[in-house]
């Protein structure tokens, strides 16, 4: 099932305001590591809920700033990774 990135964006934008920033939004060019939004622990969760609602797998290599830094890269892995 080929994902867009848009779709990817708005499901991690939905678990960023669930389960990090307590409802409020960020940009998707917002520097999620880099300001501290989220911690190795969190994004480790993540990656979970992108695996289990994406169906995808993250690769160890995968887990880097390149990949998670914004809202904008973790959703462009994600298209990349269903396409």
């Known amino acids: 099932m080929a994902v867009n990135t848009e779709n990817a964006a708005a499901a991690v934008q939905d678990w960023?305001?669930?389960n990090v920033t307590g409802g409020r939004e960020v940009a998707d060019d917002?520097?999620?590591?880099?300001?501290g939004?989220?911690?190795?622990l969190q994004t480790v969760e993540l990656?979970?809920?992108l695996e289990d609602r994406f169906g995808i797998l993250v690769e160890d290599d995968e887990?880097?700033?390149e990949n998670f830094g914004s809202?904008?890269?973790?959703?462009g892995l994600v298209a990349s990774k269903t396409s």
């Open 71 to 75: 809202v904008q890269a973790i959703a």
């Open 47 to 49: 990656v979970t809920f």
């Open 30 to 35: 917002y520097p999620l590591i880099d300001n």
């Open 63 to 65: 887990f880097d700033e």
């Open 16 to 18: 960023l305001g669930e």
């Open 37 to 40: 939004v989220l911690t190795s």
